[in-house]
């Protein structure tokens, strides 16, 4: 396991502090401009911008560390990691660590250089798995699978990427936003 970032918020959800172990993602902004703004600047989508917030009433109020995996791909690479979670009073201090990655061919859809049309491709935020579902309902996949059953290399330009949270990921957060004592949160003492 490798330590991949620091970085902490006061009690308005503002990072104060950012120190980075790893390269940032492929689309993050530079350390020096991640300081003094809202971390939900830095989070995709409003469901799991509110999922954060849920996340985060749940330390603060039981004061109690808690750890969620989670993946920060990359065009060439499936980053697996986890993120711990460390109450202070009202601040919180974050430590995300790099678990393991898988290099894979290239997936263009992921790549921020890629010209984008109107279509919206929904991933989850946690998983990183794409809705390839049709309107009878959602099948979230990996994007690979995606690419290919949605036909997105038939078009000369390729979706803007919105994110979102897939069922399963959904039941696991609220699961790690409940308090201990009624949920599998997993914490720093077991």
Known sequence: MQLA???SIDADDVVTSFRGGLGPPDDAPPPDELVGRSLYDFVA?????????LILAGVR???????????????HVRRFMSLSIVPDGDTVGFRAFLE?????PDVAVL????????????MCSWCKQVDAGTAAGS???EVEVAVDRLGLFQS??????????????????ATWASPPACSPL???SG
């Open 186 to 188: 997993r914490t720093a």
């Open 156 to 173: 000369h330009t390729l979706p803007q990427i919105t994110h979102g949270i897939c069922g399963r990921c959904a039941h696991d957060v």
């Open 111 to 122: 790549s921020a250089a890629v010209e984008r049309d109107e279509r919206l491709l929904r």
């Open 45 to 53: 989508g409003l469901e799991s911008a509110e999922l954060y917030r």
């Open 100 to 104: 393991r990655s898988e290099p894979r």
């Open 139 to 141: 099948e979230w996949v």
């Open 61 to 75: 109020s039981e004061q109690r560390p808690a750890e969620i995996p989670f993946r920060c791909d990359g065009p």
């Open 5 to 7: 970032s620091i970085y």
